[in-house]
């Protein structure tokens, strides 16, 4: 049942430090949401208490449709009747026909019974219920619905153990790799002071080359270039492949591997790889990397990509739960991966950086006021 509001108690509750926002008569409760807010929690609460319709179309930034939705979650009301005008409730009124028109259609046909809705008017798939086995059947509708972001945590498994093995802390990144990082750079070194590594070795003695030890922190940063690569990689020809929509294993594995995390972007949960999967790719790397090069010459490259790696988790959970200061890099790169997952999924799939996305002409481009994606 929706609960009214008057403008008194509005401005009473920002005043207590609740951060309460406006749209025409409707209003919404961001108090949770600030810390997390793309533009900085300056930015929203400056705006408590206040209508936030011409903020959303602006200048200086025009929201997406995902973002209208995003809000749209945090309804938490209306003003109570008689303290708006004939006006104000026309144009609110075309508000929620403009906002909830894309979710009422995309909910228009069910694909699968077994994807039956909590609320069918607004999803496609039972949030009651484990939904790895239910996202592959909602086909040609899958790719549209995992990129409408919603604020609430996903289930994935039945098994209460393998869902908690899905699952992890961010600390718990920097528990498991951290120390791995530094033992592997110890014995690198102690490795390469020996004097036994040599490249091309294996081809030919008399043109091999020494490895010396002052070649490692090259060979750690190297390391770090090529998992900014992998990264780029992996997250644009893997995590954002496009499943076909007849393919119910293919989608199951998409949501899995990522879908799941553009599906709900603030799960703190689910925002870095658990320990566990993880072991298996890092050992893979590893194995590669012994395999195509000398072997301390190798586990050097690979000590620096595993800590490109941990960088990485550490730098994807910080842009999402991280409020950096205006103008800084960190608030920049905040903004780009935001609008990534709520505007141009297609493009900015760089994390740590947006290097790679230039080359590859995926750079997200510059806002232009009076566009919109």
């Known amino acids: 049942m929706s609960r009214s509001f008057s403008a008194s108690e509005v401005r009473g509750r920002c005043a207590g430090g609740a951060c309460l926002v ?16 793309p533009g900085g929690e300056e930015a929203l609460r400056a705006r408590a208490g206040t209508d936030i319709r011409d903020a959303l179309d602006g200048p200086p930034h025009r929201h997406s449709p995902h973002a209208r939705r995003w809000l749209a979650q945090y309804l938490a009301g209306e003003i109570r009747d008689g303290e ?32 039956k809705a909590v609320d069918e008017a607004t999803d496609l798939v039972d949030w009651r219920k484990p939904l790895l086995w239910q996202v592959g059947h909602l086909g040609e509708k899958y790719d549209e619905w995992v990129h409408q972001p919603v604020n609430r945590p996903i289930r994935l498994f039945h098994s209460d153990f393998i869902e908690s093995l899905s699952k992890t802390a961010w600390y718990m990144v920097c528990i498991v790799w951290i120390p791995l990082v530094l033992y592997l750079t110890w014995s690198c070194y102690t490795s390469l002071a020996r004097g036994e590594t040599r490249l091309f070795a294996t081809f ?82 590893y194995v590669f990397a012994n395999t195509v090069f000398p072997e301390a010459f190798g586990v050097s490259l690979f000590t620096g990509g595993l800590f490109g790696y941990v960088t990485y988790d550490m730098m994807h959970y910080y842009l999402h739960y991280g409020s950096p200061k205006k103008g800084t890099y960190l608030y920049r790169l905040k903004s780009y991966h935001v609008k990534h997952h709520f505007e141009h999924q297609k493009a900015g799939f760089g994390i740590t950086s947006t290097f790679w996305d230039r080359p590859f002409r995926t750079l997200i481009p510059k806002e232009t006021f009076g566009k919109q994606d």
């Open 22 to 37: 406006l749209s025409g008569r409707r209003v919404f409760d961001v108090s949770s949401f600030v810390r997390l807010h």
């Open 204 to 285: 030919t003695t008399a043109y091999s080359i020494p490895v010396h030890p002052y070649c490692f922190p090259l060979l750690f940063v190297l390391g770090m270039g090529i998992w900014s690569f992998l990264e780029y990689f992996i997250h644009r020809f893997i995590f954002h492949m496009k499943p076909p929509a007849s393919n119910y294993y293919l989608i199951t594995i998409h949501f899995l591997l990522h879908g799941q995390h553009h599906k709900s972007p603030f799960d703190d949960s689910r925002l870095v790889f658990p320990p566990v999967p993880a072991f298996l790719v890092i050992a893979f790397f």
């Open 84 to 115: 708006g005008d004939a006006r104000e409730e026309e144009e609110e009124q075309d508000h929620v026909e403009r906002w909830d028109s894309a979710v009422t259609a995309a909910a228009a046909k069910m694909m699968d019974p077994r994807c």
